[in-house]
């Protein structure tokens, strides 16, 4: 499936942002969703997911309590809304999804949430945030 990954922008500490990811080419509520981000010099980290099967949603510690992924089916895009924004979440963000019913999320040594790259195949083009101080 081919994605689109939008909504990105300059915006200030403590801002909000609003990034969609839509699918032109097919039905997003038929995969799983995961949210990524790559920040300058670094290597690509899951942000968040959302499951295929049952709509339960998965955060990394970080984004916690500030993002929140949702679906809306009829417009075919699964969003990922952005509050409290600080420096560090300054990346290029990515969609990407799986057509597994649930999002292959692990559990890391100090205990956060996480998904490997290697789990999604179908990527969109990401879509920049830049959050300054």
């Known amino acids: 499936v081919q994605l689109q990954a939008f909504g990105g922008g300059l915006v200030q500490a403590g801002g909000s942002l609003r990034l969609s990811c839509a699918a032109p080419?097919?039905?997003?509520?038929?995969?799983?969703i995961a949210w990524f981000r790559q920040a300058p010099g670094k290597e690509r980290e899951w942000v968040s997911c959302?499951?295929?099967?049952?709509?339960?949603?998965y955060y990394k510690e970080s984004a916690k309590g500030r993002f929140t992924i949702s679906r809306d089916n009829a417009k075919n895009t699964v969003a990922l809304q952005m509050a409290y924004l600080k420096p560090e979440d300054t990346a290029v963000y990515y969609c990407?999804?799986?057509?597994?019913?649930?999002?292959?999320?692990?559990?890391?040594?100090?205990?956060?949430?996480?998904?490997?790259?290697?789990?999604?195949?179908?990527w969109g083009r990401g879509t920049e945030v830049t959050v300054s101080s």
């Open positions: 990407a999804a799986d057509k597994r019913d649930l999002c292959r999320v692990v559990i890391t040594p100090d205990m956060d949430l996480d998904i490997r790259t290697e789990e999604y195949d179908s």
């Open positions: 080419g097919g039905p997003l509520e038929s995969y799983n």
């Open positions: 959302i499951n295929r099967a049952d709509g339960r949603t």
